[in-house]
C-alpha cells in the first residue's frame, strides 16, 4: 500500500520558504479595557497557561560559568561531559552533578560543541537566561516528564545529528532547530497524558481543541518564553531565518505526538524503500518536505530512545516512567474513571509492558531509522535487542505471544495511516491487549 503523509502538506524547498513573519520579541499590544474585570483569577487570552515569570535569581549578568551552571561536582560533571558526542550518556549523573541543571548544562555544552552561540550569534548570558527558564518550567516534581527527560532527548538528538550517514546533510540552522525542539519538546508537561487532559476536558484540551493537546501547548510556552528579558536567543537571525526555524520546530514538537507514530513510520518506511530502489548509500534530501521528514524521526527516535541506551539507564527511565503512569492511574482511580493501560499500580507487569512497546512500538522505529542510516545505528540497534531480551527473561513465556505478535503486525500495517483515528485503535489495540495479557 502507498503511504502518503499527512503531517507534510508542503513540498517547497527550505530557502524558498516564503511564511507571513512571526516575531517572537515583540511586546504585546494592551487593549483599553472599558470597565475592571469582574473576575480578577481570569486571565487575558493572550496569556500562555503554565508560564510564570523568570526568578530574579536565575537571570545571568555577569560571568558565565564554565559549565552554565554551579556544579555541586565540578570534576564528576566534567568527566560525564566527556561522553556528551557518545550514545547513552548518562543524564542522571549530569543531573546530579550540575546541580539538578540537567538540560541548561546538556544543552549548552551542546550549543558549544557545535558552535551554535558564535554562528547564530547568541550571548552565552541570553542562552543561559533562556536556559534555565525554560528548565524551570519542566515540573521537577514528575518523576519522568522533567529537565532530566529533556536533556536526555537533546542529547540523543545531537548524536544522531552526528552519524556519517546525514553528514552534509541539513544546514546549520535545520541544526539548530532540531537542537532547539528536542530541549523544549515537554517544557510544562503536566505528567498526564494527552487523552486524560481531553477526558477530564482540562483547560489546556480546552485550548487547543483536543488536537495534540500537549504537543501545542509545549510549543505556546517555548516560544512564549523567548520574549522575556534577554531571553531571546533568535532575536540576531534574519526574520527568514527566525520564520523557517519557527515551522521547523512546530513539526517536529508536533510529530513527538504518538498518535502521528504509525503515520511516521510508514512515510520513513518509504523513504527507506526509495533509497533502496535507487542503490544509493548517500542519502538525498534536496527539499523540506524530505528534510523535515527525516527531522522529524530524528526527534521522535530520541523521544523513544529510552530501550536504546545502557541497561541500568533504562531501567531508572523506565521506573520513572512508570511511576509516572501509575500516579495518573491514582488520579483516574480517584475520578471514578476507567484506569488506562499500563497505569494501574495494582495490576501492572512492567517487564511485560517494555517487551510489548519494543516489539510494536520501539523496535519497528528504530530498525527503520537504522536502515536509512546504515550502518552509523547497528550499535544502538543491537542495545535495543539485547534489553528486550533481557526484559524477556524477566516474565515467563506467554503460549499466545506468537499469535498476538501476527495479529498486532497485521492490524498495524494494513491500515490507513492518514486517518488519525485508525491510528488511535491500532494504538489502543496494543495497549489493550498488552494490559489484557498483563492481569492474566
Known amino acids: 500500500m502507498k503511504y502518503k503523509s499527512k503531517l507534510i502538506q508542503e513540498s517547497y524547498k527550505q530557502q524558498e520558504l516564503d511564511l507571513p513573519t512571526v516575531k517572537v520579541d515583540e511586546p504585546q499590544v494592551k487593549r483599553k479595557e472599558e470597565e475592571p474585570q469582574k473576575d480578577s483569577k481570569k486571565s487575558p487570552m493572550t496569556q500562555i497557561i503554565g508560564v510564570r515569570k523568570m526568578k530574579h535569581a536565575n537571570s545571568f549578568t555577569g560571568i558565565v560559568p564554565k559549565y552554565g551552571v554551579e556544579p555541586t561536582n565540578a570534576d564528576l560533571l566534567a568527566q560525564t561531559l566527556t561522553d556528551i558526542n557518545k550514545w547513552g550518556a548518562d543524564v542522571f549523573k549530569i543531573a546530579e552533578y550540575s546541580g539538578n541543571r540537567p538540560l541548561t548544562c546538556t544543552t549548552y555544552k551542546i550549543f558549544q560543541e557545535r558552535d551554535l552561540l558564535s554562528m547564530f550569534k547568541i550571548p552565552a548570558t541570553t542562552l543561559l537566561n533562556y536556559l534555565m527558564h525554560l528548565e524551570d518550567h519542566y515540573h521537577r516534581d514528575n518523576p519522568y516528564h522533567n529537565s532530566t527527560h529533556a536533556a536526555d532527548v537533546t542529547q540523543s538528538t545531537?548524536?544522531?545529528l552526528s552519524s556519517q550517514a546525514l553528514d552534509n546533510v541539513f544546514t546549520d540552522l535545520e541544526v539548530l532547530a532540531a537542537i532547539f525542539a528536542s530541549a523544549i519538546h515537554d517544557v510544562d508537561h503536566p505528567g498526564l497524558t494527552n487523552q486524560y487532559l481531553v477526558h477530564t476536558g482540562s483547560e489546556l484540551a480546552l485550548m487547543y481543541n483536543d488536537e495534540s493537546v500537549l504537543e501545542n501547548h509545549h510549543l505556546a510556552v517555548a516560544f512564549k518564553l523567548l520574549q522575556e528579558d534577554n531571553c531571546n536567543i533568535f532575536l540576531n537571525l534574519s526574520d527568514k531565518q527566525r520564520q523557517t526555524l519557527r515551522k521547523m520546530v512546530i513539526d517536529m514538537v508536533l510529530a513527538t505526538d504518538m498518535s502521528k507514530h504509525m503515520s511516521l513510520l510508514a512515510d520513513l518506511k518509504t523513504m527507506v524503500e526509495t533509497k533502496k530502489v535507487a542503490g544509493s548509500g548517500v542519502l538525498m534530501l534536496d527539499n523540506y518536505t524530505d528534510k523535515i521528514q527525516v527531522l522529524q524521526n530524528m526527534v521522535h527516535c530520541s523521544d523513544l530512545s529510552n530501550p536504546t541506551k545502557p541497561i541500568e539507564?533504562?531501567?531508572?527511565?523506565?521506573?520513572?516512567?512508570?511511576?509516572?503512569?501509575?500516579?495518573?492511574?491514582?488520579?483516574?482511580?480517584?475520578?471514578?474513571?476507567?484506569?488506562?493501560?499500563?497505569?494501574?499500580?495494582?495490576?501492572?507487569?512492567?517487564?511485560?509492558?517494555?517487551v510489548g512497546f519494543i516489539d510494536y512500538i520501539v523496535h519497528p522505529l528504530w530498525e527503520t531509522w537504522a536502515d536509512l542510516v546504515f550502518p552509523d545505528a547497528q550499535e544502538i540497534l543491537d542495545t535495543l535487542e539485547d534489553n528486550r531480551d533481557w526484559y524477556q527473561s524477566m516474565i515467563p513465556v506467554s503460549p499466545c505471544s506468537g499469535n498476538l505478535q501476527i495479529y498486532i503486525e497485521k492490524y498495524l500495517f494494513n491500515c490507513v495511516p492518514e486517518d488519525e483515528s485508525v491510528i488511535h485503535t491500532a494504538i489502543t489495540i496494543i495497549a489493550g491487549i498488552q494490559a489484557h495479557l498483563l492481569s492474566a
Do not use: A
Open 158 to 160: 545531537h548524536v544522531l
Open 313 to 354: 539507564i533504562y531501567k531508572k527511565s523506565v521506573d520513572r516512567l512508570m511511576e509516572e503512569f501509575f500516579q495518573q492511574g491514582d488520579k483516574e482511580r480517584e475520578r471514578g474513571m476507567d484506569i488506562s493501560p499500563m497505569c494501574d499500580r495494582h495490576n501492572s507487569t512492567i517487564e511485560k509492558s517494555q
